[in-house]
């Protein structure tokens, strides 16, 4: 009796010592995981100009329950803190972004039209004017903003360190975070360049949970632009469009309806 009293005593403080230590180590993931996520966002806005190149999958969800994704390829140039250019290519749509720091021009090359307005300020206005203006979701675009770290940890409810992982061939740190709707993945390159190498954004709100994927390839800093790389040129018989109808330089087919954006 008395050896079962002692094996009994000896569980309970092994089961005790887990549950102690579970918490522990879940917030020690936490943490290293949002200390990564600060590197990098001290990174990314520490660079004045930055060229890359990127491929994107975005997930939809038919009314027959059928997931589809579709595929897109583009290229951006950044000069802070108020010239941008980006150029995006897919199945359904070309389209390229001028934002001189005065006025943003949108132009499909796929439709000959393009749809302009002004905007003086920032990139990061740009991306809250396109998106609160004129309903552009720019998934993973907080990647670029000024000060990233503060609008990719707002609403976190839990932060993981999954471990190391590769991405084209460059060793990366995993990292994993959920929200209120959404589960989104980062992974970061290792070494004194901490690149944001992919993105995943899971939505949780939507059947089937559909997803988001950015991967950044090629990665370039301390470029020089042209003078004339953020002057949007007229094209000859472009149609002028409102710059509500942004609808249509999306980079899904007209009806698909999108998910997996943060």
């Known amino acids: ?6 094996l009994f005593t000896m569980l309970v403080s ?32 520490s660079q004045k100009t930055i060229e890359l190149t990127f491929d994107s999958d975005i997930e939809v969800i038919t009314p027959q329950l059928e997931k589809i994704q579709f595929t897109n390829s583009g290229e951006a140039l950044l000069r802070r803190p108020d010239k941008l250019r980006a150029h995006r290519v897919g199945g359904y749509a070309d389209v390229t ?44 675009a907080d990647l670029l903003l000024s000060n990233s770290y503060d609008t990719l940890v707002a609403g976190i409810q839990e932060a ?6 590769v991405i084209d061939g460059k060793e990366c740190e995993h990292l994993a975070f959920r929200n209120f709707d959404t589960d989104w993945q980062l992974w970061v390159e290792t070494g004194k360049s901490p690149i944001p190498r992919k993105m995943v954004i899971t ?15 090629r990665w370039k800093t301390g470029i020089v632009p042209s ?27 007209p009806g698909a309806s999108e998910g ?3």
Request: hydrophobic content about 40%; glycine content about 10%.
């Open 160 to 165: 993981k360190y999954i471990g190391s992982g």
């Open 260 to 262: 997996g954006t943060k």
């Open 227 to 253: 003078q004339n790389a953020f002057t949007f040129t007229l094209p000859k018989g472009a149609t002028l469009l409102d710059p509500n109808a942004l609808i249509e330089l999306d980079e899904l087919p």
């Open 203 to 217: 939505s949780k709100t939507l059947n089937c949970a559909p997803q988001y994927t950015l991967r950044i390839k």
């Open 97 to 140: 972004l001028f934002f001189d720091g005065k006025t943003v021009s949108i132009y499909g090359k796929h439709i000959n039209g393009y749809a302009q307005f002004d905007a003086p300020g920032s990139i990061d206005q740009l991306i809250h004017a396109l998106r609160q203006g004129h309903g552009v979701a720019l998934p993973g």
């Open 14 to 45: 092994v089961l005790v010592a887990s549950l102690t230590v579970a918490p522990a180590r879940a917030e020690q993931q936490g943490s290293d995981a949002k200390s990564i996520l600060k590197a990098m966002s001290d990174y990314v806005s």
């Open 1 to 6: 009796m008395k050896a079962k009293v002692v």
